[in-house]
């Protein structure tokens, strides 16, 4: 019976990951889950569930939620508040997985903590990885933890490794890794007519039922980017070495070369039931509630390179990683602040990538060398992308 933390338990993710837990509840015991403010869906899994320990990360709804549990079902539970907690429950001595899909920045110390605790550690949450790069990769190593990515790409890659693969350890023979990518919603629509699309447009993915931030990354293909930094770090592989491919059935989930001219590709239905199944049953598999794939549903698959120019942002994302340090951190920052203010109605669609350059070329790529260091790069990115709107607005 192994423990397991879910942070980030009422999002895309942590709901997906909550159905897999309840298909095998004689593998897995909850002990904690969290949430930043929905505590009506965070109720209903402790129902399902009962946990030992909740975090809701705001302190108003930490205090609305102990009221809603009290002479409930569920009042036996140990309600905490603030960010420092998931931290306090990604580290328990009874939680032997954490499952990281806590959203953007805000993930970065809770996964961090659960990697130097030697944690199994699930990882969702590419942005953590992207922003602390080799720091963290050096945190599994330390301690000894299990990463194994639930990205479905890199998920997939690791399933094309050869048996008993690490990740973080690089496979000779491996001579290319093959990306793919739905290509998103605007993947045909003219270029001259994406600075008009809508925030509804940019989050009606066509494949993947997903969080909004991320929907709107694959929208301007900038999830592709976090993807290919994420995939230099996690299979210890060179960018020029990493080929992003448009295809736009979601069947292939990405492949690998290897020198001998054989390419191992993972296939399944679009559903991250999948890959996590797949890593919480790890080296075993079980089910994961998704349906057979139906080969003959499948009548067609495509391929193409992505354009650059429709899709800056991956662009940039190539430029980050090649000039390494702070750059990742940074490119991730002003993306978070761009994708927000897009969400917000605040900017255009298009701004996001002008957003991101500008703040890119204002920084230097100083070495990532401690966590200080990245945590400050983060904070002044952000800055620095308020100030550009305010300039470009
Ligand atoms: P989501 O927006 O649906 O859920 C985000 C979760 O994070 C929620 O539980 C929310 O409560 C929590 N959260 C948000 N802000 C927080 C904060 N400041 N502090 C603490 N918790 C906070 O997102 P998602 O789509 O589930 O994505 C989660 C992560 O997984 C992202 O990093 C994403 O890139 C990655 N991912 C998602 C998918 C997918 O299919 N949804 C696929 C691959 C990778
Ligand atoms: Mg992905």
């Known amino acids: 019976m192994k423990g397991i933390c879910v942070l980030g338990a009422t999002g895309s ?25 929905n505590i009506d869906v965070l109720f209903e899994q402790c129902l399902a569930h009962s946990p030992e320990y909740v975090v809701v990360v705001n302190a108003e709804k930490a205090e609305l939620f102990k009221q809603k549990i009290k002479n409930s079902a569920v009042s036996g539970i140990k309600v905490l508040s603030g960010a420092q907690s998931l931290e306090f429950v990604s580290t328990l001595d009874n939680v032997d997985s954490v499952m990281a899909a806590i959203v953007g920045a805000a993930g970065l110390l809770s996964s961090l903590a659960a990697a130097k605790a030697g944690k199994t550690v ?11 790069g080799d720091l963290f990769m050096q945190a599994i190593r330390d301690s000894g933890a299990k990463l194994l990515p639930i990205d479905s ?21 491996a001579r290319r890794i093959l990306l793919t990518a739905s290509g998103g919603p605007f993947r045909e629509t003219a270029v001259k007519d994406l ?12 494949k993947w ?11 301007t293909m900038m999830n592709k980017g976090l993807e290919l930094i994420e995939a230099c770090l996690l299979f210890n592989m060179s960018p020029d070495d990493i080929q992003v491919v448009i295809h736009k059935q979601s ?8 020198v001998d001219g054989s390419v191992l590709a993972q296939m399944g239905n679009p559903d991250m039931r999948v890959p996590i199944a797949h890593a919480m049953a790890w080296p075993d598999r079980f089910e994961s509630g998704v349906e057979p794939l139906n080969i003959f549903d499948v009548k067609q698959m495509d ?35 761009a994708v927000d203010e897009f969400i917000n109605e605040r900017i255009k669609f298009t701004d ?18 401690s966590l200080d260091i990245i945590l400050k790069a983060d904070k002044d990115a952000r800055e620095q992308s308020y100030k550009i709107i305010k300039e470009i607005t």
């Open 251 to 258: 069947i292939i989930h990405s492949m690998v070369d290897y």
């Open 209 to 219: 039922d997903m969080g909004r931030k991320i929907s709107v990354d694959s929208a």
């Open 352 to 369: 996001i990538p002008v957003i991101i350059e500008k703040c890119m070329s204002f920084f230097t790529a100083e070495d990532a060398g």
């Open 303 to 337: 391929f193409a390179e992505p354009s650059l120019e429709r899709f800056p942002c991956l662009r940039l994302a190539y430029q980050a990683i090649k000039m390494g340090g702070i750059m990742p951190t940074i490119l991730n920052a002003a993306n978070e602040i």
């Open 153 to 173: 790409e890199h998920n997939a890659i690791f399933q094309c490794m050869p048996a008993g693969y690490v990740a973080g350890n690089s496979v000779k023979q």
């Open 195 to 206: 600075h008009n699309v809508t925030v509804a447009q940019a989050v009606a993915h066509p």
């Open 122 to 132: 699930l990882l969702a949450n590419k942005e953590s990885l992207v922003m602390s």
């Open 13 to 37: 993710i942590g709901v997906s990951t909550l159905d897999v837990v309840a298909r095998h509840t004689d593998l897995y015991n909850v002990i904690a889950l969290t949430a930043n403010i």
